[in-house]
């Protein structure tokens, strides 16, 4: 007779076998000798016939089915290392749950982004239509295409089957193994089997065949930054790049005084200084352009270092061109595998014009909030949105709190960028390790940087309205209309005259007349309105 023992921990969830020839053990055949055994443990004994055959998996099985009387709520499933309880309602398995119990940190807020998540299922969607062109089974590939469907569509990462965190392997190889056994279990349930048994479908034979997560994460990373440049940064910077072109347009003819170093210097109109702040978030449209370019270059193909092991000829470019069908972009095949497994510099690079917005948009809402500092006591030369109560002790008090909410965002977006740029360089040899940070921190920014574009436009922008006559009587007072005189009569005439003005607090035109100058000179030559551009 032989004993197998089965011992499951039920702390931890984890199952071990251990086979004996009466009351000896036979180590050599255990399939795992555990290092630390709780107080808490399931143990079963089988006596089996020496003759009889049987495997680890009958076994686990077994075992699984006597557990379910002592944790009800849990299934057994067991890889490499062995044994371990995962939820009965969760289609992730045995590689997901020690990831979710090795590495608690930041609890649902660190989660991996769901866009990462639907990028993998496009990505695994990808590789399962070139893998059937390669004789892979057509109804296991069907059932993995639809299991796909089902993440790209949010439902599974709504009803929680993604549980971890960003804070895991640098490589992301957590993330893609959750996503590849929620792959499979959803695929069995599609084809009629049940979840946890890897068959007829196996994660890693199947759902990962002709991938590693050195490439399959890291082409999911750059699809769900495309993406969500797309969806919701580019809509963003239409919407302002419009709302701006309408404020040139209809200000195009109110004359202001514009300001240098904080203080007073020559005229232009409002619409000439809202141009600038246009022409900005025009440029910020067109260097995302182009760093575009680089990003839409996939490593899929690559697998573990960049030379395409353990895949077929035609493969890369097969299962780029579905990964481009499927979302609509213009992916393509890296020209340099080694590069983009290596490295992360299209994200850096992307993070980098991130940057240049943030640093643009921050500039404009300063610009705006202080250009409707007061209403009394400060410039006062816009009218911004009075939106909600902005004081609890001042009544009557309003902040100008959508320009605030936008240049925290855009400190924030500062902020990022130093992570992004340390865990780009911080790549080491074959792999860059860094990966979901760095993506998880593109995508923040993305976000972030969308949705404040947005609000900023709709609660702020778009209801702005000049404080005309504030604009001309500070104009009227300005000394720096003195520019104007100095074709005529000199620089360090002109300079005397504006000086004596801000002395004496008398105005201009009193001074140049003091000094010589006649009334109709003075009013020919100093014309607010023929100093917006070249004589």
Known sequence: ??????????????????????????????SLVPPVVSHQLFIVIFFVSSKMSFDQKEIFSLMYKLARLIVPDTRVEYDSMGAIHVPLDRLYGPQTMR??????????????????????????????????????????????????????????????????????????????????????????????????????????EHVNLSQSSNDSFSAAINIAVAMQLRDKLYPALTLIIELLNNKVNQWKDIIKIGRTHLMDAVPLTLGQEFSGYKQQQANCRERLDTALTRLYQLPLGGTTVGTGLNTKKGFAAECVKRVADLTSLPFVNSPNMFESISSCDALVEVHGELNTLAASTMKMANDIRFLGSGPRCGLAELKLPENEPGSSIMPGKVNPTQCEALTMICAQVMGNQVAVTLGGCNGHFQLNDFMPMIASNVLRSITLLGDGIKSFCKNCLSNIEPNTDKINTIMSQSLMLVTALSPHVGYERSAAIAKAAHQSGTTLREEAINAGISADDFDEWVRPDKMLGPN
Not at 2 to 30: H, K, P
Not at 161 to 181: C, D, K, Y
Not at 185 to 201: D, S, W, Y
């Open 1 to 30: 007779m032989v004993a197998i023992i089965g011992i499951i921990d039920l702390e931890t969830g984890i199952s071990f076998l251990f086979l004996t020839n009466r009351v000896t053990i036979d180590w050599r055949a255990c």
């Open 99 to 204: 990831s979710l119990l090795k590495f608690p940190i930041g609890g649902v807020n660190e989660r991996m982004p769901r866009p990462i998540i639907i990028a993998l299922a496009i990505v695994k969607k990808a590789v399962a239509e070139t893998n059937k062109m390669s004789g892979l089974e057509e109804r296991l590939c069907d059932a993995i295409s639809k299991a796909c469907d089902d993440i790209i569509s949010g439902k599974l990462y709504d009803e929680d089957h993604f549980p971890l965190v960003i804070w895991q392997a640098g490589s992301g190889r957590h993330t893609n193994m959750n996503v590849n056994e929620v792959i499979c279990n959803r695929a069995i349930e599609i084809l009629g089997g049940q979840k946890g048994t890897k068959t007829p479908v196996d994660p890693d």
